[in-house]
Nanobody, 124 residues
Framework: QVLLVESGGGLVQAGGSLRLSCAASGRSVSNYAMGWFRQAPGKEREFVAAIRSGGTYHYSESVKGRFTISRDKAKNSVYLQMNSLKVEDTAVYYC??????????????????WGQGTQVTISS
């Protein structure tokens, strides 16, 4: 059974930083694509960042240059370092695992396993 558990969310002021963690069990973060998505109230779940099993990194245009995804094989965990946070980054952030091909990487329907989510709130 695959289990993903996020942590690290919270309330910070605009311009601040947060680091989200996703602890995985039941599969290795090295052998599958790992990703972060977010969902704001009234909006669809959207792609934020991913690291594929081969080690390539992918980011949405809205976070490129501010967010960094990384993984720790020893801890079987994935992280999302978020800097220069904006009010519009406010959302529930979800960790995901799966085997999407490159053309479907940004589509949440192609990711098989999800965490429960962690709330990130940015105040102005």
């Amino acid at each position: 059974q695959v289990l993903l558990v996020e942590s690290g969310g919270g309330l910070v002021q605009a311009g601040g930083s947060l680091r989200l963690s996703c602890a995985a069990s039941g599969r290795s973060v090295s052998n599958y694509a790992m990703g972060w998505f977010r969902q704001a109230p009234g909006k669809e779940r959207e792609f934020v960042a991913a690291i594929r099993s081969g080690g390539t990194y992918h980011y949405s245009e809205s976070v490129k240059g501010r967010f960094t995804i990384s993984r720790d094989k020893a801890k079987n965990s994935v992280y999302l370092q978020m800097n220069s946070l904006k009010v519009e980054d406010t959302a529930v952030y979800y960790c995901a695992s799966g085997q999407p091909i490159l053309s479907t990487l940004r589509d949440p329907r192609y990711w098989g396993h999800w965490g429960q989510g962690t709330q990130v709130t940015i105040s102005s």
